[in-house]
């Protein structure tokens, strides 16, 4: 269960979204998520969702991959569009009890729920093409020009690194001991909540003292090879604009004009 | 008694690519023996240990314990803990509780026994594991690597499984602590009359405690016997990666001097009886 995560996942490639800047496909998510947003009309979800499959092609990853990313937000899927089909007042449909659905509720829940899964699938795009090192380089370089007001902006970096490539270590860590202690006849299912809260103490224990102690061996192995900052820190892979950067930069007004436009045609209901 | 039949075990199905961990895995562990599985890294050895044990489920295939098949859904992994007791490597970084005492009684208090049975469950464990009761109220976090590596095995111990499996005891412990550890384990097999699994990489250790050896090799089981038919394997042992004990291939080179002594000599012990008795004669 505990593998299953796919958060952060990074398959890599050499798509044409694996070769473009990280700086820049971390501009490109923030505009797909804000004009997601400004999305109000079925013509601007065929649109989104249409460009969104052409990413998806060009990536080069299997579209299982990004279903099962999905499976996390079923719930929160589900909920909202029900709320959103009872609760918005407007023209009822049919009637189930006390509850009446609405056309408009309808028409807010399909919206919200394709919102909530373009959404999904945009950031994915972003982490399943870019490595978590590069992801970092990259809002290290953007944050770069506030270190003159004090933001640690190297600190910030190396911080999400380590925090990133501890993950998968911390899992595994997880994993172990929750079958250590299951060995010695820990329950972790039976019980109310507070029994089973009560429960976790002999996991979190455990691992809490491993990551302090992993944070402290770490810590000193970066000392002994003379970490001290990022000030006159070279790197190995430069990031660089290159062509193919500026012509996706460039797709940016197109799809806001796009958004904009798609905004004035509400075909009939929707 | 432990029956492992056809088992097969794949942490990733849906990848077929990655293949199995373990493989076609047909293994008796009987009653009132010491054994020693081995095999290179990777080899699948921990994974078998976790089958056996209910941790995992296999994917295909059967695990008795006692007549019991513990694939069943019904059973619990509680309830097996009974039968089987697991320390996994480095098992001092699953102690939890404030003090010593406690982090022991955790096991029994999960089995559900009163007061006065866990007090002295715990008693017996901790000396077993040669801790007396001046420990009983210290914190296990300020004792050193080795106390705290006791303490964690005492955890199983107290919990008296009929089958003691252990992943490595003695990883990462000074040569005195070894010894300790495996004359405790030793002594603790032939007090009970139970059977101990000790997963292991020095073949000295192995020659020192186990009377029967589990060779692993690619997930599937290489070989099974007694150790003098095991060791006497020895470039099949190699071909896996794995070696016979350091004194077992001096007597061989004795041997092959025309010395005459016999071969089933694998610990330091033995060979010095065998060697001062040549002398002699």
């Known amino acids: 269960m505990i593998r299953d995560i796919t958060l952060g996942q990074f398959f890599p490639g050499k798509s044409l979204l694996h070769r473009l800047d990280p700086r820049v496909k971390l501009l490109w998510v923030l505009v797909y998520i804000i004009l997601l947003f400004l999305v109000n009309t079925a013509l601007g979800f065929t649109l989104y969702v249409v460009i969104t499959a052409v990413l998806i092609k060009l990536s080069g990853i299997r579209v299982k991959m990004f279903f099962k990313g999905m499976r996390p937000i079923v719930f929160l899927l589900v909920f909202t569009a029900v709320i959103n089909m009872f609760m918005t007042a407007g023209e009822p449909i049919f009637k189930l009890g006390f509850l009446s659905v609405t056309k408009e509720g309808i028409r807010i829940a399909v919206f919200m729920a394709l919102r909530l899964m373009l959404l999904v699938t945009g950031t994915s795009l972003l982490t399943f093409t870019t490595s978590p090192i590069m992801l970092t380089d990259a809002i290290e370089r953007i944050l770069s020009p506030f270190s003159k007001i004090g933001v640690p902006a190297d600190a910030i970096a190396m911080m999400m690194t380590i925090a990133i490539r501890f993950i998968p270590t911390i899992l595994e860590e997880t994993d172990k001991i929750i079958k250590a202690q299951k060995a010695r006849g820990a329950d972790f299912e039976s019980g109310n909540i507070l029994a089973r809260a009560k429960a976790m103490t002999p996991i979190l224990i455990p691992l809490f003292i491993s990551a302090f102690r992993r944070a402290d061996e770490l810590a000193v192995a970066m000392e002994c090879r003379c970490y001290h900052g990022g000030e006159g820190r070279t790197r190995l892979k430069q990031l660089k604009i290159s062509k193919i950067d500026i012509e996706s930069l460039c797709f940016i007004p197109v799809l806001l004009i796009l958004v904009i436009f798609s905004r004035q045609f509400s075909l009939g209901l929707m | ?281």
């Open chain 2, 1 to 281: 008694m432990i029956e492992v039949k056809n088992v097969c075990y794949e942490y990733s199905p849906d990848e077929p690519s990655l293949g199995a961990a373990v493989e076609d895995i047909n293994l008796t562990v009987e009653d009132n023996h010491f054994y020693s599985l081995i095999g290179h890294t990777g080899s699948g050895k921990t994974t078998l240990i976790q089958l056996m044990s209910g941790l995992l489920k296999p994917t295909a295939g059967e695990i008795y314990i006692d007549g019991i098949n513990i694939c069943d859904k019904k059973i619990k992994t509680r309830d097996l803990t009974r039968k089987i007791g697991v320390v996994f490597q480095y098992p001092e970084y699953q102690l939890f509780e404030d003090t010593v005492f406690s982090d022991v009684a955790f096991g029994p208090k999960n089995l559900g026994c009163d007061e006065a049975e866990i007090k002295n469950r715990v008693q017996k464990a901790l000396k077993t594991v040669g801790l007396d009761e001046s420990y009983y109220e210290i914190s296990p976090f300020e004792l050193s690597g080795g106390q705290k590596r006791r303490v964690a095995i005492a955890g199983t111990i107290a919990m008296e499984p009929d089958i003691l499996v252990l992943d490595e005891p003695t990883a990462g412990l000074d040569p005195a602590g070894r010894d300790e550890i495996l004359s405790e384990v030793k002594r603790l097999k032939d007090e009970r009359g139970i059977s101990v699994i000790m997963v292991s990489h020095s073949m000295e250790d192995v020659a020192k405690v186990a009377d029967r050896v589990i060779v692993m090799n690619k997930g599937h089981i290489a070989m099974t016997g007694t150790l003098s038919e095991v060791f006497s394997k020895s470039d099949e042992l190699y071909s896996m990666g794995l070696e016979i004990p350091q004194i077992s291939k001096v007597i061989l080179k004795l041997r092959e001097n025309n010395v005459n002594i016999k071969s089933e000599i694998y610990t330091v012990k033995d060979a010095v009886t065998e060697i001062s008795k040549l002398l002699k004669g």
